[in-house]
């Protein structure tokens, strides 16, 4: 059964740095897309960013980036140039005729 | 263009008694998933729906149905509500159920 891990609870970023949340998840198929979704207290689920695992370059959205590793099954969200807007909840999820989410990530941005 | 609509936002219930939640998918959207958000559990899947079809299910008993309309349009039923149903119900709807997924507001059901 496919996994999805995210081994940071909380993480805390100064406005304007960069932050890494980590993200790692278990599969035996070959193809299949893994996101990113951000959740901020209004509860709405957002879509940050997509990867297609065939596709070998990492995908970009604007400050969001992934490293994607498929080898390790590794997919690490990077954001930029952090803003207060940022703070909310990060799902890691990946695609296998459903979406399995990680247990999240708490992001807080500091003024 | 209109996102995906959830309602109601949110409804206290009674031990024993059942309820329905409606989601409203993309206009287009073919595919609608239905998940389960708790602070104990995380998010966890619950059904799929596809033209009409239940296409997949998750691991929760048979309280918990769903369907899907012509139009795309969805319901999940919970019947006899437990205290352990409280949660937020969130609604996805994706073009062909893969490659991306947009999110409703949710609805916080509250069993009491």
């Known amino acids: 059964a496919q996994t999805v891990t995210q081994s940071q609870p909380e993480m805390s970023v100064q406005e304007a740095e960069t932050v890494t949340l980590s993200c790692t998840y278990d599969?035996?198929?070959?193809?299949?897309?893994l996101f990113w979704y951000k959740q901020p207290p209004s509860r709405q689920m957002i879509l940050v960013i997509r990867?297609?695992?065939?596709?070998?370059q990492n995908a970009t959205e604007n400050r969001f980036s992934v490293n994607f590793q498929k080898a390790a099954k590794s997919f690490s969200l990077k954001i930029s140039d952090s803003q207060l807007g940022d703070a909310a909840m990060y799902f890691c999820?990946?695609?296998?005729?459903?979406?399995?989410f990680g247990q999240g990530t708490e992001l807080s941005v500091k003024p | 263009k209109a996102g995906v609509t959830q309602t109601p936002r949110y409804l206290i219930k009674t031990r024993g008694q059942q309820v329905t939640l409606s989601c409203s998918p993309i206009?287009?959207?073919?595919?609608v998933s239905w998940y389960q958000q708790t602070p104990g559990q995380g998010l966890q899947f619950l059904f799929e729906?596809?033209?009409?079809?239940?296409?997949n299910k998750g691991n929760f008993p048979g309280r918990f149905s769903g369907r899907q309309f012509s139009n795309s349009r969805s319901e999940m039923n919970v019947s006899t509500l437990e205290l352990g149903d409280s949660a937020l119900y969130l609604c996805?709807?994706?073009?062909?159920?893969?490659?991306?997924?947009?999110f409703g507001s949710g609805t916080r059901l509250t069993v009491v």
């Open positions: 599969t035996s198929e070959s193809d299949y897309y």
């Open positions: 990867q297609e695992a065939y596709k070998q």
């Open positions: 999820a990946y695609e296998g005729g459903k979406l399995i």
């Open positions: 996805a709807s994706s073009l062909a159920g893969v490659g991306g997924y947009t």
């Open positions: 206009s287009g959207h073919r595919s």
């Open positions: 729906y596809f033209s009409e079809t239940q296409r």
